[in-house]
C-alpha cells in the first residue's frame, strides 16, 4: 500500500431522477461513462459540457451491493488485518449521502455501507481460525465544531477532543459499546439516528449541517510464531458528512450563517487534507485545521485506505451545486 494512489480513492455516485424531477419534466444534465471513470455535466439549456475523470464513477443504476463491493468491501478486509480506514460521503443535501451511508433497512439489498459492513465484519470474525476478535462502536456528531456522542443517554452534551500522551488523538468520555455480533450493531446504528434526530430538533438544527462518524474497532488477538499472543487494532470510520450546499442560496444570517461558516470550514479542511495526502510534492498534511480531521488524523493517510464518495444528483436546478461538489472532489483526487 506505499503507492497513494492505492489508499485514497475519490469517486462520485449520480442518484436517479426522483418522481418529482420526472413530473415536472427536469432536463438531465449528468451523463456518465463508467467504464473511463468520466463524467460530464451539461449547462442548463446549452451544450457546453465540463468534464471530469475519477478512480470510478457510479450511475443512477448502481445497486447498493455493487457499490460496496467496490468500495467499503477493500476497507473492511485491510480492518480486520489492523489497518485503518475511512469512507466519506460528500455532497449537497438530497444527493443520496444517507442513502449510500445508512440506506434502508428492508429490503436488505437496499441497505448501505454501514450495514454491509456489520454483516462483513462479522463473517470474518466467524471463520477467523487462531484468532480472537474484540469489535466495539462508537457514533458521534460533529455540529458547529462541537462533538456529540450519539450512544450516550445525553447527547447534548459536549465532549471533548483530546492529544493523547503517547500520540494520536481521541474524544474524552465516548461511548464505545462492545458488540458481538452483526445485529448488535445494527441496534447501536439505530440508537444513535434516534439520537440524532432526537438532538437535532431540540437545538432547531437539520441533521443535515452535522457530520457523523460511525467507527467500528477491530481488536484482533493472535497467537505468533513465538507462541505470544499479539493484538493489532483495526479501524473502520464511516463519514456521513454536512450538506455541502452554499447557505448564501437559503439566505442564512446570524446563528445560521456562523454555523456555515464553519461547515463549509470543515468540508474545506477535509479538502485541503485529502488533496496533501495524494499530492507526492507536499509532506505536510493540516490535520489540525478542523475537529473533524484531527479526529479522523489516524485514519487518513499512512497504511490506511480512504474513499470519498462525493454525490451528485442529475438534474438542471442542481447545476451549480453539482459543479462545485464535481470540483471539490476533483481537487481532492
Ligand atoms: P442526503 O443524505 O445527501 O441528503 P438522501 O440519501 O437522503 O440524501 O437521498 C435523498 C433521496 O434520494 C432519498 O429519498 C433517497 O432514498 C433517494 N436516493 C438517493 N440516492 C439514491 C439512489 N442511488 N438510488 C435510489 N434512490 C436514491
Ligand atoms: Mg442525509
Redesign the pocket.
Known sequence: MDDKRECVKVVI?C??L?GQEKIDNREKIVDMAVKDGAVSVRRPGTQDSKNFTFDAVYD?H?IQNDFYEHTGYAIVESVMDGYNGTIFAY?Q????????MVGKPDPEEMNGVIPRTFAHIFRNVDCGQNKKFLVRASYLEIYNEEIRDLLSKNPKQKLELKDHPEGGVFVKDLTNMIVKGAPDLQQVMEVGQKNRSVASTLMNNES?RSHSIFTITVEILEKGMDGQDHIRVGKMNMV?LA?SERQSKTGATGETLKEATKINMSLSALGNVISALIDSKTSFVPYRDSKLTRLLQDSLGGNTKTVMCA?IGPVDYNYDETLSTLRYASRAK
Not at 93 to 100: A, E, I, P, Y
Request: proline content about 5%.
Open positions: 455516485r442518484r436517479p426522483s443512477e448502481t455532497g443535501t438530497g444527493t443520496g449521502k444517507t442513502h449510500t443535515s456521513d450538506g454525490c
